[in-house]
Nanobody
Framework: QVQLVESGGGLVQAGGSLRLSCAAS????????MGWFRQAPGKEREFVAA????????YYADSVKGRFTISRDNAKNTVYLQMNSLKPEDTAVYYC????????????????????WGQGTQVTVSS
């Protein structure tokens, strides 16, 4: 079982940037596809971005496409979420998650595809 710890959240003005990191420990990191989700107050947790085991495939929610970039460094057991051109509506707790599924091309956006979650990191974007 892999354990996940997010970091890098904070307060930023609209138009600014943040980079979130998710460090994994435990079983082989490269055995997991990884995803980022977010949850704003009073809303359901929603998909943000995902990346395949090797990093060769990435997937994004329409709301962040062109602004956010997911990447991973399997040597460092870390997945990143670079967030640019941030908007107030990006304010949420951001969670990273690990999926042991071999392929996520049809399930990457589903919460149930991910079996392990981090504790979350708060991102607040001021207008």
């Amino acid at each position: 079982q892999v354990q996940l710890v997010e970091s890098g959240g904070g307060l930023v003005q609209a138009g600014g940037s943040l980079r979130l990191s998710c460090a994994a420990s435990g079983r082989t990191f490269s055995s997991y596809a990884m995803g980022w989700f977010r949850q704003a107050p009073g809303k359901e947790r929603e998909f943000v971005a995902a990346i395949s085991r090797s990093g060769s495939s990435t997937y994004y929610a329409d709301s962040v496409k062109g602004r956010f970039t997911i990447s991973r460094d399997n040597a460092k057991n870390t997945v990143y979420l670079q967030m640019n051109s941030l908007k107030p509506e990006d304010t949420a707790v951001y969670y990273c998650a690990a999926s042991s599924l071999l392929y996520i091309s049809t399930t990457y956006y589903k919460r149930e595809a991910y079996g392990t979650w981090g504790q979350g990191t708060q991102v607040t974007v001021s207008s």
